[in-house]
T-cell receptor, first 115, second 113 residues
């Protein structure tokens, strides 16, 4: 089966610019996650969707980050305006459901560099 | 809050030697524990997971991990390292209740020819 797709793979922007990332989860997966992975750290959950509803966005910097999942399939994560500290890899993951033991499948990530 | 600690941000082993990557967890409820591997420029791939069944868990690529409640540990091992094992390895705990899937800071494994 096809895995989680993300685009673009790399993005370089200047601070105060805006940027958007796209994710297409595995077909049939109800739950979608966006993680931020800063160099030298483990991934940190930004937002979790169950179908097209938000389950958890407690760690999303809502003054500059936004995300949506239209029709419960694809999702976009937007940063506006970007700061230097937003430089990171943004990982999208999906799982069949949101159960405790459901395996999360990760995409290849988008590496964002903010200059 | 739950957390994991990975001891050693970098580990080097010779090809054919034992691989041992250490992970200790903290959780107020019986934990679900995971090991993920991340190859350069790729996303994370699940190696194995513990979900309160057998304490010795076998995963892909010859890796296994043993859940030890008394030591709050979930160390990852492989009897004989291959060059293809060079990657970054993440231990994670959860999700459980209101807790998210929480990752450690990772251990970069280097294989010496």
């Amino acid at each position: 089966e096809a895995g989680v797709a993300q685009s673009p793979r790399y993005k370089i922007i200047e601070k105060r610019q805006s940027v958007a990332f796209w994710c297409n989860p595995i077909s049939g997966h109800a739950t979608l996650y966006w993680y931020q992975q800063i160099l030298g750290q483990g991934p940190k959950l930004l937002i979790q969707f169950q179908n097209n509803g938000v389950v958890d966005d407690s760690q999303l910097p809502k003054d500059r980050f936004s995300a949506e999942r239209l029709k419960g399939v694809d999702s976009t994560l937007k940063i506006q305006p970007a700061k230097l500290e937003d430089s990171a890899v943004y990982l999208c993951a999906s799982s069949l459901d949101s159960g405790f033991t459901d395996t999360q499948y990760f995409g290849p990530g988008t590496r964002l560099t903010v200059l | 809050a739950q957390s994991v600690t990975q001891l050693g941000s970098h580990v080097s082993v010779s090809e054919g030697a034992l691989v041992l990557l250490r992970c200790n967890y903290s959780s107020s409820v019986p934990p679900y524990l995971f090991w993920y591997v991340q190859y350069p420029n790729q996303g994370l791939q699940l190696l194995l997971k513990y979900t309160s069944a057998a304490t010795l868990v076998k995963g892909i690529n010859g890796f296994e991990a043993e859940f030890k409640k008394s030591e709050t540990s979930f160390h990852l091992t492989k009897p004989s390292a291959h060059m293809s094992d060079a990657a970054e390895y993440f231990c994670a705990v959860g999700p459980n209740g209101n807790e998210k899937l929480t990752f450690g800071t990772g251990t970069r494994l280097t294989i010496i020819p």
